[in-house]
């Protein structure tokens, strides 16, 4: 009899425990909030993953989204996520977000930041009729927010078109820094007239 009284009185713990195992899990679960993963079906199909004793190694990138977004914040991607997989993991737009001049389905590249502007904002109001963004007028903010471009980039676009302006969009090459794997990545987001 008194074998029974235990064996039952330890089901009963051991039962207690896995309701307080499942519940702590549970939690945690809820506090990865900090670092969040892409949609691996965004990644090109095609790609052959790289193997490291038989492993596949999977690259991360991170990313600033700001602006715009539910949630603002530095993100961590896997490389080759474009910028609708930063949206997503950011919460998504806010209502008058203004997304005419965002190519949603560019690349990320490590380190960039992205800026979602709102209807209303003086940078949207500054675009061209094509929602291009104007190199022989747009101040460096606007410039900015080009991919690849920061802050000493957009300085220095500023003073090559204080001396001359540009003539073409394939001129913004002339700019120490700016070669023709970053003009690739912005040529389509631009325009001299």
Do not use: C, H
Request: glycine share 8%; proline share 2%; hydrophobic share 40%.
């Amino acid at each position: 009899m008194n074998n029974s009284v235990y064996e039952k009185g330890l089901a009963v713990v051991l039962i207690i425990a896995i309701i307080i195992m499942a519940a702590m899990g549970i939690k945690l679960s809820g506090k990865e909030k900090g670092i969040a993963f892409t949609n691996y079906s965004s990644i090109e199909q095609n790609e052959e993953p790289n193997k490291e004793n038989n492993k596949e190694v999977k690259r991360y990138i991170f990313v600033d989204i700001d602006g715009a977004v539910i949630n603002p914040g530095v993100y961590e991607l896997i490389e080759g996520s474009r910028v609708i997989d930063a949206i997503n993991l950011a919460g998504g737009l806010k209502e008058k977000a203004f997304t005419q001049n965002l190519n949603k389905a560019r690349k990320l590249i490590d380190g960039e930041k992205i800026y979602i502007y709102v209807e209303g904002d003086v940078v949207v109001e500054s675009l061209s009729e094509n929602n291009l963004i104007n190199i022989n007028t747009a101040s460096a903010n606007v410039l900015m927010t080009l991919p690849g471009i920061g802050e000493v980039y957009a300085n220095r676009i500023i003073d090559y078109r204080n001396t001359k302006k540009f003539s073409s969009i394939e001129e913004i090459k002339n700019i120490q820094g700016i070669g023709d794997k970053t003009f690739e990545k912005f040529k389509e987001l631009i325009t001299i007239n």
